[in-house]
C-alpha cells in the first residue's frame, strides 16, 4: 500500500490510542511498583518484542545495536527522558495542573512544526486544536480555577520539560528520514538499560504478581513499544498538524477507561469535554 498522509495520519493515530490505555495501567502498577523497575521492564520488553518481530520478518536483530551514537542520544532524550519527566512530574504532586502542563506537548510540536519545519496551518488546524485544548482543561479541572501551590514548582517544571521533550522529539523524528524500526528499538533498549542502572542504584526491586506482569506486558508491547514504531511512522507520513490535534483524544481516551472501570465518575463536565476534544479533532482534520 502506498505511503499517502491520510494512512500516515491514520497509522499516527494509532499510537495516540495505544497512550491511552497507559494511564490506567500506570496508576495500577505504581501503587507497588517502583518507576524504574516498571520502565526497565517495561522498555526490555518492548526490545524483545521488537527482536521477534525482526526475525519473523527475517532480519537480523543484532543490527539494534549497529546504530549512530547521535541515534543512541536521541532515544535516551526522547524515549527515555520524557518517561523520567513525567513520572517526576505526578510523584508527590497536584495530578490536575501538571496533567495540563504535560498535555502542552501537541501545541508546542505544532508551534516547532510551523517554526522549524515550514508547516502551514489551516484555520481549521488553529480552531481545531483550540477546541481540543479547551476540552482537556475543563476534564482535568473538572472545570474549575487551577490552583497553583509554589512549593509544588519543580513538579509543574517537570511536567513543562516532559511536554518540551516529547514536542522536539517528535518534530526530529519528523525530519530524520534515516531513522528506522531498527532505531526505534534501539531507543527503548538504551531507555531499558539505563531505567535498569537507575532501578539498581535507586530502588528496592519488588516481586510482581501475574496480573502485574500481564500488565507490564501490555505496557511494553503496545504503549511503550509499538506506539513508538507507529508514531515515527505517523510523524514521517502523517499530517503532524492534524495529529497534534488528535493527541487530545489520548486523556480522553484514559478518562473513559477510568471511569468505565469505576475508578472514575461520568459526569457532565467529562461529557462536555469529550464534545470539545472530538469535535476539535474533527474540525482540524477539515481541508480548506
Known sequence: MQNTPKKGTLI??????????????????????????????????????????????????????????????????????FHLFYFLAFKDAAPIESLLIVN??????????????????TKFNII??????????????KGQSLQIDTNQLNNYLYAFCAA?????????????????????????????????ILHISTEQHQVMQWQQLLLVIYLGMFPLGAAFFTWDYGMK????????TLAYLGPLIGTLLFVITGTAELTS????????????????????
Open 104 to 121: 502542552l506537548w501537541p501545541l508546542l510540536m505544532i508551534l516547532f512544526a510551523v517554526l522549524f519545519l515550514h508547516e502551514r496551518l
Open 237 to 244: 507520513h502523517g499530517d503532524i498538524k492534524i495529529l497534534g
Open 12 to 81: 499516527g493515530l494509532l499510537s495516540i490510542i495505544m497512550w491511552g490505555t497507559a494511564p490506567l495501567c500506570t496508576a495500577i502498577l505504581t501503587q507497588h511498583l517502583p518507576i524504574f523497575q516498571l520502565l526497565s521492564y517495561a522498555f526490555f520488553t518492548s526490545t524483545i518484542t521488537s527482536c521477534v518481530f525482526f526475525i519473523i520478518q527475517g532480519k537480523n536483530p543484532v543490527n539494534i545495536f549497529k546504530q549512530p551514537l547521535p541515534y543512541w542520544f536521541l532515544g535516551l532524550f526522547g524515549v527515555f527522558g
Open 164 to 196: 518540551l521533550i516529547w514536542a522536539i522529539y517528535s518534530c526530529i523524528c519528523k525530519n530524520a528520514k534515516n531513522i528506522n524500526n531498527k532505531t526505534i528499538a534501539s531507543f527503548c533498549l538504551s531507555s531499558g538499560v539505563l531505567a535498569t
Open 128 to 141: 481545531g486544536t483550540i477546541l481540543a485544548f479547551a476540552g482537556v482543561t475543563i476534564m482535568v479541572t
Open 269 to 288: 463536565i467529562i461529557a462536555v469535554a469529550c464534545v470539545l476534544i472530538v469535535g476539535g479533532s474533527l474540525v482540524s482534520s477539515v481541508k480548506n
